[in-house]
Structures are given as C-alpha cells and as structure tokens.
C-alpha cells in the first residue's frame, strides 16, 4: 500500500455504482502501473458502492484515459481537498 497516497491534502477520487466496478478498476490499474490506492469511499461523498480509488492530481487524465480505454464503469469523480480538517469536495460527471 502506498502510504504517501494515504496521506495527501489534495487528491482525486473516483467512485463506482458497483463494488465489483470498484475491483475491475484496481485490477487495470494494476496491470498499468499505476500510483494508486483503494480506499472507502469518503462520508462526504454519496456513493453506491463503498470502495474508492485515490490518485494524485498529477495522474488525472492518465487514470480517467486509462478507464476510458478498457471501459471501466466509474460513477464519478472528486476533487478533494482537506483543510483543517475539513474536506472540501468538488464533483465532476465520469463521461468521455
């Protein structure tokens, strides 16, 4: 598990109607090398499923091509930001 993931201030994440959804995903990014992690799904965010990918903001669009590509199912994605203990949440559509 990537500790230096677990413990950023500003991070995306995305969502998944499905935990199996979830799983798929993980199982790509895998196989890409890709710096993440899986995480629950925040109490802040509203979401189906209870797992969630964590990513650096630097990995974005490398991660949203990377599902786009082997048509992982997100449901949404995160921009969070935490401050003083609070988390600040935008949320943005998963669509091509």
Known sequence: MNTSLLN????YLFTFA???NALKAESILKTQAM???MIPTLREI???CG???KIRPADLEK???TFFDHRIKAEKYYHVRKEDN???IN?????P
């Not at 949320?91 to 669509?95: A, C, L, R, Y």
């Open 8 to 11: 950023l201030n500003d991070f």
């Open 86 to 88: 609070k988390y600040l």
């Open 35 to 37: 710096d993440f992690v």
């Open 51 to 53: 797992l969630s990918i």
């Open 91 to 95: 949320e943005f559509p998963f669509s």
């Open 63 to 65: 991660c949203k091509q």
């Open 18 to 20: 499905s935990t199996s």
């Open 46 to 48: 509203s979401s189906s």
